[in-house]
């Protein structure tokens, strides 16, 4: 979807939107020594859910900042709703809206108080404002919690307060860190039905960092981030359709040493994972009852499944998703 040109008024001349809502091209960024993302590039469409699917310290963090211009660019271009972040950060401003992983929101000041004053630092103000606001919570299932303090909702109300401050000035990209931080299951299928309806009624793109695989299946299109470099990018079918077959995961008392007796007798070489062993293959049912026959002392426990996202990183990656976490948020 093309979009007129619009004004930038970070210096006054014209910025052409493209057809692309975000790009991101060969993106580097170091703190210090330590390399958080290395060449990252990928490309979103208006009108789609985006996710960044990775573990603590994949770069997910680092990246998000970039695009909320809380970070200067080091190396690399992001370009946002044709904007660059780099040379047109206020223009960016304008444009996007933000909602961070911690809580913004003032629990002393009521729902309304909250909104309002964020309405009056985008400028609106009076019956402006007022129409917005009320817009805004009736869609967001606020409107009977508008006098209570934000301090004694509860934490998926509070999340729905974040999102409401991000639309009030009609933003044509939403980006959400970890968006369902703190909420139970069920104000997670709450936000994410909401979600779902601003992307399909109101055309906004909404890029979105997780590291929870059954949110990341809910996207449109996913990157998948480890240890600052994108090792994935598809649909959530396009990545598992990618590992081909079906996963086998086996657990041994030697893993090592059965790897070698399957690599002998089968002539498959299995990947090993921590202490278990896994194997890539059509018809897995037909290699697990051959396996299990062939060594019943062995194999203390097996499974066989379609592949999910987790296979996906680990086919990618080869560790586990969990195994990647690295203690600190990049």
């Not at 992001?78 to 809206?97: E, H, K, M, N, P």
Request: proline share 4%.
């Amino acid at each position: 979807m093309l979009t007129a040109p619009t004004k930038n008024h970070d210096d006054e001349t014209p910025v052409a939107l493209t057809g692309l809502a975000v790009e991101v091209r060969e993106v580097r960024f170091r703190y210090g020594d330590r390399e958080a993302l290395t060449g990252v590039g990928f490309l979103v469409e208006h009108g789609q859910i985006f996710g960044l699917l990775g573990p603590n310290g994949g770069g997910k963090t680092t990246l998000f900042r970039l695009m909320a211009t809380l970070l200067p660019m080091q190396s690399g271009e992001v370009r946002l709703l044709g904007c660059d972040v780099a040379s047109q950060a206020q223009a960016v401003r304008r444009r996007i809206g933000v909602t961070f992983q911690s809580p913004s929101v003032d629990g002393k000041l009521t729902v309304a108080e909250n909104l309002r004053h964020q309405a009056h630092l985008y400028g609106l103000f009076g019956r402006e404002a007022a129409g917005r606001i009320d817009e805004l919570v009736s869609q967001l299932g606020l409107a009977d919690r508008v006098r209570q303090t934000v301090g004694s909702l509860s934490g998926g109300l509070k999340r729905r307060v974040e999102i409401a401050k991000s639309l009030l000035h009609r933003p044509g990209l939403l980006l959400l860190d970890e968006p369902s931080t703190g909420l139970d299951p069920g104000a997670r299928h709450d936000l994410w039905a909401y979600l779902t309806r601003l992307r399909d009624e109101r055309g906004v793109t909404i890029l979105v960092t997780t590291h929870l695989m059954d949110e990341a299946e809910r996207c449109d299109r996913l990157g998948i981030l480890d240890r600052g470099r994108l090792v994935a990018l598809g649909t959530p079918d396009e990545l598992r359709l990618s590992v081909g077959g079906d996963c086998l995961t086996i657990q041994s008392g030697d893993p090592g040493g059965l790897a070698e007796q399957i690599a002998s007798r089968f002539g498959v070489t299995p990947a090993r994972i921590g202490d278990s062993l896994r194997i890539e293959r059509e018809a897995g049912h037909e290699l697990l009852r051959d396996l299990v026959a062939a060594f019943p002392a062995e194999i203390t426990a097996v499974s066989l499944a379609k592949p999910t996202l987790e296979d996906v990183f680990i086919a990618r990656t080869g560790h586990r998703f969990w195994d990647a976490e690295a203690g600190g948020k990049l």
